[in-house]
């Protein structure tokens, strides 16, 4: 008995659950403010002349259903096979299986199934308990995170129950959890050049246009987990309409398969999109990143300007190792699409407004100018006609052409302008920060509108130097010269003849 309390001693002075190692790239979980119940699974009693805190003269203790716990323990297919507990009948049975077992070291699985099957059958209200020296008997504990989290709370997380030993020394608890992670990203465009951006925090485009996204979960602790759920909160704004596919990749292998998505337009206009999987252990470890992308169409209902139109996502998670039905949450991210209003005057040559003109948009893409997004390309007129709006455009190339002219005025000559914009590329809230356009045209960043008017001079064209007129009149006149000298050198030799 001295041998196995020496060895006991040595097992159950470490905490065999709770000192999980935190990944490096996921979050570190702030345990500080969390509360914690004891549940006494082994009694015993120290001697004072000890010095290893060997619990000797075990039985069970007042935190567990000792009987219900044996069986459970006896029938577990958690410890391998056999079952090292199979012969167990008392609580002594059970402290010295696991003194000699090499299943039972610090941070092992058998030590993990052993205080999940302690959690399913402990008892009691138990006794509150916290870091430091404590006041609980002696004893061998389960260590229960019991925190109450705040409504909407982000970044929760429990420990799984540990296993501590009481009476000498001190009370460690250890807390090592982490917590998942969730980021969302966008591409932008170059309609130019035909090339995309890496992934950003903003991107902006024309109405019209397919839009890339990107969602990329790194997992946080999911030791003690049986299960590990994770489910994805998508909300696209009213001027985003969902296109898909939504795929999923884990180390750039498609699993997709492991995954079911759901997709809900809500009262507010905003679409909701959900992807959601019941064990990611099936395929990734912790630490490890899963990578979602989708797409969707910047459409009709777009908000012009800064204010953007915001993509934004947050996790749904497995947060209690001890409780499958508990789930947590991260802080939302979001990405912001921008795009923006052009707005043309029409005037005389006295600065006045001017009906009856019409104008097409063209925009370079590649190295020719093409009809600005299909049927929308000509400008939407007042009722007077005399102003244009292009609802919904991105940076870029364009080409402004008039393509009806007022009666009794002389067409207006193309106008070639760029547009740039600049918006926070990495940033948890990006902005719009700047909105210019080439002479003539002119930007205004707090409306995200870009203006330009448009002149008319009245009167008629009239042929010029140089001019197809002026060929036709040359042409004439050498025509009626070279038939005057014809008739000349005729009526001579007719006279000779003569």
């Given at each position: 008995?001295?041998?196995?309390?020496?060895?006991?001693?040595?097992?159950?002075?470490?905490?065999?659950?709770?000192?999980?190692?935190?990944t490096?790239?996921?979050?570190?979980?702030?345990?500080?403010?969390?509360?914690?119940?004891?549940?006494?699974?082994?009694?015993?009693?120290?001697?004072?002349?000890?010095?290893?805190?060997?619990?000797?003269?075990?039985?069970?203790?007042?935190?567990?259903?000792?009987?219900?716990?044996?069986?459970?323990?006896?029938?577990?297919?958690?410890?391998?096979?056999?079952?090292?507990?199979?012969?167990?009948?008392?609580?002594?049975?059970?402290?010295?299986?696991?003194?000699e077992?090499?299943?039972?070291?610090?941070?092992?699985?058998?030590?993990?199934?052993?205080?999940?099957?302690?959690?399913?059958?402990?008892?009691?209200?138990?006794?509150?308990?916290?870091n430091?020296?404590?006041?609980?008997?002696?004893?061998?504990?389960?260590?229960?995170?019991?925190?109450?989290?705040?409504?909407?709370?982000?970044?929760?997380?429990?420990?799984?129950?540990?296993?501590?030993?009481?009476?000498?020394?001190?009370?460690?608890?250890?807390?090592?959890?982490?917590?998942?992670?969730?980021?969302?990203?966008?591409?932008?465009?170059?309609?130019?050049?035909?090339?995309?951006?890496?992934?950003?925090?903003?991107?902006?485009y024309?109405?019209?246009?397919?839009?890339?996204?990107?969602?990329?979960?790194?997992?946080?602790?999911?030791?003690?987990?049986?299960?590990?759920?994770?489910?994805?909160?998508?909300?696209?704004?009213?001027?985003?309409?969902?296109q898909?596919?939504?795929?999923?990749?884990?180390?750039?292998?498609?699993?997709?398969?492991?995954?079911?998505?759901?997709?809900?337009?809500?009262?507010?206009?905003?679409?909701?999109?959900?992807?959601?999987?019941?064990?990611?252990?099936?395929?990734?470890?912790?630490?490890?990143?899963?990578?979602?992308?989708?797409?969707?169409?910047?459409?009709?209902?777009?908000?012009?300007?800064?204010?953007?139109?915001?993509?934004?996502?947050?996790?749904e998670?497995?947060?209690?190792?001890?409780?499958?039905?508990?789930?947590?949450?991260?802080?939302?991210?979001?990405?912001?699409?921008?795009?923006?209003?052009?707005?043309?005057?029409?005037?005389?040559?006295?600065?006045?407004?001017?009906?009856?003109?019409?104008?097409?948009?063209?925009?370079?893409?590649?190295?020719?100018?093409?009809?600005?997004?299909?049927?929308?390309?000509?400008?939407?007129?007042?009722?007077?006609?005399?102003?244009?709006?292009w609802?919904?455009?991105?940076?870029?190339?364009?080409?402004?052409?008039?393509?009806?002219?007022?009666?009794?005025?002389?067409?207006?000559?193309?106008?070639?302008?760029?547009?740039?914009?600049?918006?926070?590329?990495?940033?948890?809230?990006?902005?719009?920060?700047s909105?210019?356009?080439?002479?003539?045209?002119?930007?205004?960043?707090?409306?995200?509108t870009?203006?330009?008017?448009?002149?008319?001079?009245?009167?008629?064209?009239?042929?010029?130097?140089?001019?197809?007129?002026?060929?036709?009149?040359?042409?004439?006149?050498s025509?009626?010269?070279?038939?005057?000298?014809?008739?000349?050198?005729?009526?001579?030799?007719?006279?000779?003849?003569?």
């Amino acid at each position: 008995m001295k041998n196995t309390k020496a060895i006991l001693a040595l097992l159950l002075i470490f905490t065999l659950v709770a000192s999980l190692t935190v990944t490096a790239n996921a979050a570190p979980a702030d345990l500080s403010g969390h509360q914690y119940t004891a549940y006494q699974i082994f009694a015993g009693s120290q001697e004072e002349a000890t010095t290893d805190g060997s619990l000797a003269r075990i039985d069970w203790g007042t935190g567990i259903s000792g009987d219900a716990f044996l069986a459970a323990l006896k029938s577990s297919t958690a410890f391998g096979s056999p079952n090292p507990f199979r012969t167990a009948r008392t609580a002594a049975d059970v402290a010295t299986i696991m003194s000699e077992s090499q299943l039972f070291v610090d941070n092992s699985a058998a030590s993990d199934a052993f205080s999940k099957l302690a959690y399913q059958y402990k008892v009691g209200d138990g006794q509150p308990c916290e870091n430091g020296v404590t006041t609980l008997p002696a004893g061998y504990y389960l260590v229960v995170d019991t925190t109450e989290f705040a409504d909407n709370a982000t970044n929760t997380v429990r420990n799984l129950a540990l296993l501590q030993l009481t009476g000498k020394g001190t009370f460690a608890i250890n807390n090592k959890a982490s917590v998942p992670t969730v980021e969302k990203k966008v591409k932008d465009n170059n309609d130019t050049a035909g090339t995309l951006s890496n992934w950003q925090d903003s991107a902006d485009y024309d109405i019209g246009d397919v839009v890339p996204f990107q969602v990329t979960v790194t997992l946080g602790e999911m030791r003690g987990y049986d299960t590990y759920a994770v489910k994805v909160w998508d909300t696209l704004c009213a001027g985003l309409t969902y296109q898909g596919p939504v795929t999923v990749t884990h180390n750039d292998i498609d699993v997709t398969d492991y995954f079911t998505s759901g997709i809900a337009t809500n009262q507010d206009g905003t679409t909701s999109l959900t992807v959601e999987c019941d064990n990611v252990k099936d395929f990734a470890a912790a630490g490890e990143t899963i990578v979602f992308t989708y797409s969707a169409v910047l459409n009709e209902n777009a908000v012009i300007g800064p204010a953007g139109n915001d993509n934004t996502v947050y996790l749904e998670y497995s947060n209690n190792p001890n409780d499958a039905s508990e789930k947590g949450k991260t802080p939302t991210d979001l990405v912001r699409v921008f795009t923006y209003l052009l707005h043309l005057n029409k005037v005389d040559q006295d600065a006045q407004p001017l009906a009856g003109a019409e104008f097409t948009l063209y925009k370079l893409v590649g190295n020719d100018y093409v009809a600005w997004n299909g049927n929308k390309s000509v400008g939407v007129a007042n009722a007077a006609g005399t102003e244009f709006d292009w609802t919904g455009l991105d940076d870029g190339q364009y080409k402004l052409v008039e393509t009806r002219t007022p009666d009794g005025y002389n067409t207006a000559a193309d106008i070639l302008f760029t547009v740039t914009a600049g918006h926070d590329v990495v940033s948890d809230n990006p902005q719009l920060t700047s909105l210019n356009g080439t002479a003539p045209v002119t930007g205004e960043l707090s409306t995200g509108t870009l203006s330009v008017d448009v002149e008319n001079e009245g009167g008629v064209v009239l042929p010029e130097t140089g001019s197809e007129g002026t060929h036709m009149i040359y042409m004439l006149g050498s025509a009626l010269l070279l038939g005057g000298l014809i008739l000349i050198v005729t009526r001579k030799r007719v006279g000779d003849a003569a």
